[in-house]
C-alpha cells in the first residue's frame, strides 16, 4: 500500500518523542524511508511552502520517499486532498496525519488513516525488531538428488499411489 505522508503534522509529532526531540524534516524523511524499504513500500512526503534553499544529501535509502512541497500561498493539506481524491486506487492508500480534515478526506475515499504519533510508534517497533532472516536458498531448489527415496521410505510413501484427497478428487 502506497503512503502519504502529512510533512509537518508528523514532523511536529515527532518532536513530542524523546528520541526524536531535535529532528529535522530532511532526517524525519530519511527514518521514513528506511521503514518503507523494510515495508517494500513507496512514500510520497508533502510539506508545506517551497523547498529549501541549500544543497541537501538525498535521501536514503534513495526510491522509497518522494517528497513534494506545496508551493507558496497553498497548503500542503490542500495539496493532500488533492493527492487523495486523484488516486485511482484510495483504498491502497494509507494516510499519515492527525489532521481531522485530512482523515475526513481519507475516509470519504475508504483509504485507510493513520494518526501521525501511531505511525510514529509502529515505526519505531519496526526499526527495533531484527530482520526475519532469509531463507537459505537450498529451501527454494527442493529434495536433493538421491534423498527423495529415502524421505518416501521414512515416511511409508508409495510414489505410484496418489494420497487419499488426490484420489478422491480425481473420481
Known amino acids: ?11 511536529h509529532a515527532a518532536l513530542k518523542l524523546p528520541d526524536f526531540s531535535s529532528i529535522v ?3 524525519l524523511c530519511a527514518l521514513i524511508a528506511q521503514d518503507m524499504q523494510r515495508l517494500r513500500q513507496a512514500a510520497v512526503v508533502v510539506f508545506d511552502g517551497t523547498e529549501p534553499r541549500g544543497q ?9 520517499v ?5 508551493g507558496p500561498h497553498r497548503e500542503a493539506d490542500d495539496l493532500l486532498e488533492q493527492l487523495i481524491q ?13 489532521d481531522r480534515r485530512i482523515q475526513k ?9 493513520i494518526r501521525a504519533h501511531e505511525y510514529l510508534e509502529e515505526m519505531i517497533r519496526r ?3 531484527p530482520p526475519r532472516p532469509k531463507d537459505p536458498p537450498e529451501k527454494r531448489l527442493g529434495v536433493p538428488p538421491g534423498q527423495l527415496g529415502q524421505w518416501l521410505d521414512l515416511f511409508n510413501i508409495d510414489p505410484d499411489e496418489p494420497p487419499d484427497e488426490l ?3 480425481r473420481q
Request: glycine share 4%.
Open 105 to 113: 478526506a481519507a475516509r470519504r475515499r475508504r483509504a485507510k488513516a
Open 127 to 129: 526499526a527495533s525488531t
Open 56 to 64: 541537501f544529501t538525498p535521501i536514503e535509502p534513495d526510491g522509497f
Open 66 to 70: 518522494k517528497l513534494i512541497y506545496s
Open 167 to 169: 484420489s478422491r478428487i
Open 1 to 11: 500500500m502506497p503512503y502519504l505522508f502529512d510533512g509537518y503534522n508528523l514532523y
Open 25 to 27: 524534516p530532511r532526517k
Open 86 to 98: 486523484r488516486n485511482t486506487a484510495p483504498r491502497r492508500l494509507i494516510i499519515v496525519s492527525s
